[in-house]
């Protein structure tokens, strides 16, 4: 898979950009942006939590490190000087710009209510493409994985190189017809 940055030709609208935080500080820095009168995206999904002595449902951020920001490129510079972020993510010499695709697709998989597990991606046996047409994620387009008697489905946010696994009912999805 070859990643190119977006360019936007005229500069006249703003791209959405990916700051990395320093560990845990993702809630801070997306509200501290937004203090400071910036458009911001921190995806988030609830998990079960167990402790020794207690088991609670927690929100965590989808991709930790991670908050997106929609700005213009001249003011990443200022953004990276405030406190607990740790710098811009860089493709090719110029910060990565993401794909407003790519933030739909995230903001439908952590307001969807499905159970969505982050993976790495060397656990992928990648099969045929598919689109989910029903429900809250519809319209999301992803790998199709059968795995240990459960259909799931692999979702890729290609900018952060992010994978994500959610389980999906098999009448709830069809094949996409990839033409060469």
Not at 12 to 34: C, F, G, M, Q
Not at 60 to 81: G, Q
Not at 143 to 155: S, T
């Amino acid at each position: 898979m070859e990643y190119y940055p977006l360019i936007n030709k005229l500069n006249d609208e703003p791209n959405w950009y990916v700051i990395i935080t320093r560990s845990r500080a993702e809630k801070k820095v997306a509200d501290l942006l937004v203090n400071e009168g910036y458009e911001t995206y921190l995806p988030l999904t609830t998990q079960w939590r167990q402790w020794s002595d207690r088991k609670k449902k927690v929100t965590i951020p989808l991709i930790p490190s991670v908050v997106f920001v929609r700005t213009y490129e001249k003011k990443l510079s200022h953004i990276v000087r405030l406190e607990n972020i740790v710098r811009t993510l860089y493709f090719l010499g110029k910060p990565a710009v993401v794909r407003v695709d790519e933030i739909d697709t995230l903001r439908q998989l952590s307001s969807g209510g499905a159970m969505i597990q982050k993976i790495n991606p060397v656990d992928l046996c990648f099969g045929e493409e598919v689109e989910i047409m029903r429900g809250p994620l519809a319209g999301i387009k992803a790998k199709f994985l059968n795995h240990q008697g459960k259909y799931k489905i692999i979702v890729l946010i290609e900018t952060t190189g992010s994978y994500f696994q959610l389980e999906v009912a098999l009448n709830n999805i069809q094949k996409l017809n990839i033409s060469a």
